[in-house]
């Protein structure tokens, strides 16, 4: 069993930065996949990042590269995703997920936390 607890969303402008924490309890993150994805209203949850922790690589979806970077703090046993030149479409609910294998669709992770919204003002 592995919970999920997000963090570190808000309000913030365009051009501003924030930076999303996702710890884990219950569990390590020394065997999954962590992936972050994003729901806008009445969209399908969209992936943005994902990084296997125990090799340490990293992927991006075409929309946040450059701008986005998720790392890990093993001793903390937490991922963070950097967000920087936020724009008005980035606004959406954002969750991060565990799963057993590289993905990057929702259906292929099994752990969810609960969300936590980012808007993004022009």
């Known amino acids: 069993q592995v919970q999920l607890v997000e963090s570190g969303g808000g309000l913030v402008q365009a051009g501003g930065s924030l930076r999303l924490s996702c710890a884990a309890s219950?569990?390590?993150?020394?065997?999954?996949?962590i992936g972050w994805f994003r729901q806008g209203p009445g969209k399908e949850p969209l992936f943005v990042a994902a990084i296997n922790w125990s090799a340490g690589s990293t992927g991006y979806a075409e929309a946040v590269k450059g701008r986005f970077t998720i790392d890990r703090d093993n001793a903390k046993n937490t991922v963070y995703l950097q967000m920087n030149r936020l724009k008005p479409e980035d606004t959406a609910i954002y969750y991060c997920?565990?799963?057993?294998?590289?993905?990057?669709?929702?259906?292929?992770?099994?752990?969810w936390g609960q969300g936590t919204q980012v808007t993004v003002s022009s």
């Open positions: 997920a565990a799963g057993p294998r590289w993905g990057s669709l929702a259906s292929e992770y099994t752990y």
């Open positions: 219950g569990r390590t993150f020394v065997n999954y996949v």
